[in-house]
């Protein structure tokens, strides 16, 4: 498979390993309704690094629009990877060597290792969509098949984001952006685009199918146009489709009072002419004895590559406005996406419950089109939003609020949506100089040591135990801490142990039980902190 190379590749290959885990404080919560939405402001790289414990594997959605690196850096965001942070950045992970970037491999580095833990949050039937243009997508692709994996990848969708772009280039207008996709393990589910609708009626027969016989129950097919009588068995049809009538038809207002059967080239086998009738398909039948059929409900269509208004997406221009709308001023942010876009892709795979990410929130289209979606249909979508940027509190969680609360005056007011959130800064680290920060709650510790045990969120509830975090696949888990003293695993503690369990793994600052009785009986020790692993 081919793969990219690019100056500093070597330095972030694992540097999401290096990351620190930051504790995520919350700031203040906003709105009525179940808790679970998050805005986060702080470097993303991190923020992401943060979710892990409680996220890992449970995102059925993510959609990122990350800096397109057009080398525009006038922007409310920064587009040519050269802002103070991650030029900071790159010189602490890269080293001299980053002076020596150009901007493309400045992005790459950038990047990568966001998104080798976009990857470790997406769920197992999940999907990432990322919006980009022709400066990094060739690149792009080829990174994301490294990390998601090339058999992974589902396709290219083709937004039409401007009927009026701007002369940037005396070539060639781009109406055009792109939005790659990815699954996490590759599956035969089949996306929903917009809901399917036949204007006319559906062929019931195939030439190149095989010769089968259907019996229809009385009252099923609709005859159009015929009048009360009786059809003698014969061949109708046409040249194309001749229909054997196998035995006689009774008609009387408009429908076969008795169970017929033809025979021909159907599409279906009796099992599934017998479920379509049951669903309320309406099966028709013509003068000439040509049968189709009618669905009451058609299932949604495949979605097209080309994202336009013909499947409801409007442009950038169109968001522009809405934002606007929202704000009372214009130009508060560069070319937002639309929330149709984002509620478009989120509705290829997602459910009601599902959760939904986006790491790179700029004025927060993602939470709109959460909260539209749940509006429509009244589920329970969850959004995560992480913004580095100053404005994370004063365009992307203000949008968010005005679009709960509504917003416009007179015949532009937008009812509002119902929908809460809790805002949140990256706090301390939690292992500071080896140690562990006692400025951080120790429910955080246990979140984060259960979950780099055993890769899942601590449970809510324990066995009574004020040590124990919980049991996994039959070990049993305990944090013996005090902040204040130091604590030691001996026969006190063990004797303070009832529930069994084939293996016990026990953290503590000291252990003075002889190591033959550990081993005997299934106790590993972990000191504090020497063996608290970073992820």
Not at 1 to 12: F, H, N, Q, R
Not at 43 to 52: F, M, R, T
Not at 183 to 198: A, D, H, L, P, W
Request: aromatic share 12%; net charge negative; with cysteine.
């Amino acid at each position: 498979m081919p793969s990219l190379t690019w100056i500093g590749k070597d330095a972030v290959l694992n540097h999401h390993l290096d990351v620190p885990y930051r504790v995520l404080e919350k700031k203040y919560d906003f709105g009525d309704g179940e808790p679970g939405n998050k805005i986060i402001h702080g470097d993303n790289l991190e923020a992401l690094k943060s979710l892990l414990p409680e996220y890992e594997g449970r995102v059925k959605c993510i959609y990122i629009d990350p800096p397109y690196n057009t080398g525009n850096e006038n922007w409310v965001y920064n587009d040519n990877v050269n802002s103070p942070k991650i030029k900071k950045w790159l010189g602490q992970v890269v080293g001299k060597e980053s002076e020596d970037l150009t901007r493309h491999d400045k992005w790459l580095c950038m990047m990568y290792p966001r998104l080798k833990l976009l990857q470790k949050l997406l769920s197992n039937d999940g999907a990432i969509f990322i919006s980009i243009d022709d400066n990094e997508q060739a690149n792009l692709k080829l990174v994301c098949d490294e990390i998601f994996g090339a058999g992974n990848f589902i396709g290219v969708w083709y937004w039409y984001r401007s009927a009026t772009p701007p002369n940037l280039s005396y070539k060639i207008k781009k109406n055009l952006e792109y939005v790659l996709a990815y699954e996490k393990k590759k599956s035969n589910i089949k996306y929903k685009g917009v809901q399917k609708t036949s204007k006319s009626d559906d062929p019931i027969t195939k030439p190149q199918n095989t010769f089968k016989i259907l019996s229809f129950p009385p009252n099923t097919v609709n005859f159009k146009g015929v009048e009360d009588c009786v059809i003698k068995a014969g061949i109708y049809g046409t040249a194309k489709f001749p229909n054997k009538l196998l035995n006689d038809a009774q008609i009387k207002n408009g429908k076969n009072i008795n169970t017929i059967s033809f025979e021909n080239r159907f599409i279906w086998v009796q099992e599934t002419l017998d479920e379509q009738i049951s669903k309320g398909t309406v099966i028709n039948c013509s003068k000439q004895l040509v049968l189709s059929y009618k669905k009451s409900n058609y299932d949604p269509e495949v979605p097209p590559n080309l994202i336009d208004e013909t499947v409801g997406v409007t442009t950038t221009e169109e968001s522009g406005k809405m934002l606007d709308e929202i704000f009372g001023k214009s130009k508060v942010f560069d070319f937002p996406k639309p929330p149709s876009l984002i509620e478009y892709l989120a509705n290829f795979l997602c459910d009601k419950s599902s959760i939904i990410l986006d790491s790179f929130a700029g004025s927060g289209t993602t939470a709109h089109a959460v909260l539209n979606l749940n509006k429509q249909d009244g589920g329970n979508r969850k959004f995560i939003l992480v913004e580095m940027e100053d404005y994370a509190e004063t365009i992307t969680a203000e949008r968010v609020r005005r679009v709960i609360n509504g917003y416009g005056e007179g015949k532009n007011a937008v009812e509002g949506t119902s929908g809460s959130f809790a805002y949140y800064e990256l706090g301390p680290e939690l292992l500071k100089d080896g140690f562990i920060n006692e400025d951080v709650p120790e429910q955080t510790i246990r979140e984060y040591l259960y979950y780099t045990e055993t890769n899942h969120v601590l449970p809510q509830s324990n066995n009574g135990h004020p040590a124990h975090l919980g049991n996994f696949e039959g070990v049993a888990y305990y944090f013996l801490y005090n902040k204040d003293e130091t604590t030691t695993l001996d026969a006190t503690f063990l004797a303070s142990i009832s529930e069994k369990a084939d293996r016990y793994v026990i953290y503590a600052d000291n252990c003075i039980m002889p190591q033959k009785f550990l081993f005997d009986h299934d106790i590993t020790f972990k000191k504090i902190p020497r063996d608290i692993r970073r992820f």
